[in-house]
Every structure is written in C-alpha cells, then in structure tokens.
C-alpha cells in the first residue's frame, strides 16, 4: 500500500508540474490579467510541496511533512488571493493568516509516526476545509449571470470541501495508536488521490476558462460602449450639420442684400469720393468673401452625402470638361481617340473638374496659360492635367493642400473656403483615381481615373 501511495503521489506531482506550467505560459501571455499570476505561483507552490512528501526517503520524515504540508496549506492560501484580485476583492488577511498558522502548528505538534497518521491526514483536511471554503465563497459570491466558468470553478472547490470532510471524518474514526489507516476498508485512500488530481486539472482548466470568459464579457461590454459612443457622435454630427446648414441658410440671404446694396451705393457714390468708394468696395469684398464661404459649405453638404452612398454609372469626361471650358473660356485639349467612359456620379466629377479650373484661374498670374488637356495612359486610366502659370506652391503648402479647409498663408486674401482640393481627392479616391501636383514646370494638377 505504500508503494502504491508513493506511486499516486508521485501522479499528483506530476499533474502539479503540467498545472504549474499551464498556467505560467498563460500567466505570460497575459501577464495584467487579474489573479493569474497568484494561481502560477500557487501551483508552483504545489509542486515544491509534493516533492516534499515524496522526498521523506531522503529526508527526515517530520521535515518532510511539516514542510510539505504546510506549503500546500500556503499554496491554496494563494489559490484565495488569486480568486480575490480576479473578483476585485479585498483578502481576509486575518482569517487567512490566522488559518494557516493555527494548521500549520497544529500539524508540526502531531507525531510523526505511524501511529498519528490518521491525525496528520485530518489536520491537513481541515486546513483544506477553510482554504477551499474561502476560495469557493469568493468565486461563486457575486458571480454574473453571464460568468459561468467562475461559478464551475467555486463548485470545483466545493467538491474539494466534499472531499476533505470524508477525509477529515475518516482520519478522526479511525484510532491513531491502532496503526491501521493504511489498511482501513472504511475508506479508500486511492480513490481520493484520483479526485484530487482530476480537481487539480478541472480548477487548472476552469482559471484559463474564467479568464478568458472575462476578456470576452470585457470586449463585449467595450464594444457596447462604442456602438453608444457612435451613435452618441452620428446623433452630435446630425445635429451640426443641421445647425451649420440652417447658419448657412440664413447667412445667405443678409449677405446677398448687403452686396447688392454694396452695388447701388457703389453705382451712386461719385469716384471721386475715394474714402466713401473705398469703403464701398471693401463692403463688396468682405460680402463676396463670405458669400463664397457659405456657397462652399452648402455645397460640402450637399456633397458629403453623395461620397457617404456613391453612384457608379457611366460617365463621357470630355463631354463635361468640354462645355465647363467653354464655360470658363479656357482652352480645351481632348487627345483620346474615341469618348472614354468611367464610372461615377456624373454631378461630382463636374463639381470636381470646376473646382480645379477655377482654380487655376483664380492663382495664375496669367490667364490665358490655362488650360486643360485630357488624354489616355494605355487602356486602364485616363489622364486630366489642369495648367497654369501660378506662383510656386511652397513644399509644405503642397503636404497639406488637399486638407480640409486648409488655405496657404499666401491666399489668405483671395476668396475661398479650403474645400475644394480637398473634395477633389475625395471624389477621385471614391472612384479609384489619384490627385497630384506636378511643379516641374508650369503648375499641374494632375487627375488620374479608371475607366
């Protein structure tokens, strides 16, 4: 019986080290994952004492068992600190404490001999009773509904309470000078080894299940938060659109009869009035200023919708550039054999090829140098460069250009809004085409598309 014994301890051991092992890979993958690193140490802990008890050939037998014994009492005492920080509970420092030393001293007070075996064994059941108690109440209390690895865990522990009251119950029935444990019928010391060892490997299991129950209820709960925050923001962002459309609206009106007011007064006041005409005309600027300014940002509204849910239908690019051309009168260059057609929104290629002839206008120095060329690169692109004799664009200007209301320093008194490069390369990047500008020469705009 002492073979076999020895052959089980041995077996549990050996189930401690794959635990302990298990759960430090586990522990350093997730190192901030609350109580893991406890439950690592605690099997750890488990370990050193089953080689403790197996190592009595060795060693004296009361240093063999005090200090084995009472590191498994240790071991399971941070099993329960573990349990603690994984619920985000304070310990019971006292009761833990007080637990183990009260076990601990009990035990060393025991004989080591044959005869008390019984004793020793009830001993350690009764540390076992309170230390799987207090780490049973801790899991199961409070548990969610949603957390049900924890509560499999806190029965796991309560089938250990099971367990050592059979122990505990039997070790106190059977007389301790009789020496006949070993060979009781009443009980089966086996039997009990093999629930140990698959406790041990169902707790072991159940920390990483628990764990990584806890991730996913915390993903769950984040990604709750951000589905709220999201409509909190589209809610926020209706709401300033709402707002910036009806100030646009409303600034519209005031600020057409102003200029035109601007106008009569203008007509009607004599030039050589210089202070009085001066002023007239600064009127007439600032309002047109603003009146581009409020045209720009209703049409950014109108825009932002039309990108959010885009049409693909077909779309002849020299027939738009060619009647916005003749519109502009700026010269036209259409090199493509026959009519390439790509796919769009007819309207917003229109608003994108005005933005960059406008453009061009309104920075080059010389208007008759703008123009407009369209041609074919092989049968996959069409290219539109959009010319002009403008002033040199700065590097860090040319970074920036095309973000949203961003305006050169340099163009601070010439009317614009900032958002017409930058819907340009919005409605060339839905459509699967590039923007660029191109400065080795004279100023390009180079607008690349699909066809």
Known sequence: MDLDLRALSILLAATNVV?????????????????????SLASALLVLAALLVISRIFLPVAFSAN??????????????????????????WKLLVGSIA????????????????GYRISMTAFAMIILS????????????????????????????????????????????????????????EQLLYYWVIVTQLAYT??????????????????????????????????????????????????????HASAEVIGMETDEKQTISHDEVNRIKKVSMRLSNLVNNCLTAEWIDPQLDDPTFDPVAPGYILKNLCAEYKVPFQNQCETDLIVQGNEELYAIAFSSLIAN??????????????????????????????????????????????????????????GLGLYFVKKIAEQYGGSIELDQTGETVFRLRLPV
Not at 371 to 398: M, P, Q, R, T, Y
Request: charged fraction near 20%; proline fraction near 3%.
């Open 19 to 39: 635990s302990a092992l298990v759960l430090y890979f586990f522990y350093r993958m997730f190192p901030k994952s609350p109580g893991v690193g406890y439950w």
């Open 67 to 92: 200090a084995g014994n009472i590191t498994y009492y240790i071991a399971y005492g941070v099993f329960y600190l573990g349990a603690c920080q994984f619920v985000d509970k304070k310990p019971n």
């Open 102 to 117: 009260f076990c601990g001293f009990v035990f060393i007070l025991i004989p080591k001999t044959i005869d008390f075996i």
């Open 133 to 188: 108690s207090l780490i049973s109440h801790t899991l199961i209390k409070g548990a969610g509904k949603d957390e049900f690895a924890r509560k499999a865990v806190g029965v796991v522990f309560s089938g250990l309470i099971f367990i050592n009251l059979i122990r505990l119950y039997t070790g106190l029935e059977t007389p301790a000078f009789e020496g006949a444990y070993l060979s009781s019928k009443k009980f089966d």
């Open 205 to 258: 299991s159940g920390f990483i299940i628990m764990t990584s129950e806890r991730f996913r209820n915390q993903l769950n709960e984040k990604i709750g938060e951000l589905s709220i925050a999201k409509e909190t923001a589209e809610k926020a962002l209706a709401h300033q659109k709402n707002f910036f459309s009806m100030i646009s609206h409303e600034f519209k009106k005031p600020l057409s009869s102003i």
């Open 360 to 417: 061009a206008l309104k920075y080059s120095t010389n208007e008759d140098s703008v123009h407009v060329k369209l041609f074919a690169e092989g049968s996959s692109h069409i290219s539109i460069e959009f010319h002009n004799e403008g002033d040199e664009i700065s590097e860090s200007d040319a970074k920036k250009i095309f973000e949203k209301f961003y305006r050169p320093e340099k163009s601070a008194n010439t009317p614009g809004a």
